[in-house]
């Protein structure tokens, strides 16, 4: 019914920069907060960032002032900037969605399938 998509996980060295994006398909109403996640080895999945439809965002102290997220409403789709990158900063990224569907009208807790991003030192 719903599928989001990521692209754009990878491996840099520490002080680089990736961009993680991710775009919602299927029959989509409309979709409210949309978010990334990360979990690394041995840990729990945490909250990295997070925008509502709004553009009102919220990050993880460890990621403020490095990463930005933004969203195109217009095209379902959800971005993660990830700027001066440390090597605690690698982990499966994933995208989260928030999805009105219709037929009936529902609201789902949408996940993506995860993006590896590595960070070297």
Do not use: H
């Not at 993880?60 to 930005?68: I, M, Y």
């Not at 409403?73 to 995208?95: F, G, I």
């Amino acid at each position: 019914q719903v599928q989001l998509v990521e692209s754009g996980g990878g491996l840099v060295q520490a002080g680089g920069s990736l961009r993680l994006s991710c775009a919602a398909s299927g029959n989509i109403f409309s979709i409210g907060a949309m978010g990334w996640y990360r979990q690394a080895p041995g840990k729990q999945r945490e909250l990295v960032a997070r925008i509502t439809s709004g553009g009102s965002t919220t990050y993880a102290n460890s990621v403020k002032g490095r990463f930005t997220i933004s969203r195109d409403n217009a095209k379902n789709t959800v971005s993660l900037q990830m700027n001066s990158l440390k090597p605690e900063d690698t982990a499966d990224y994933y995208c989260n969605a928030a999805v009105v569907l219709l037929n009936p009208l529902r609201t789902l807790d949408a996940w993506g399938q995860g993006t590896l991003v590595t960070v070297s030192s």
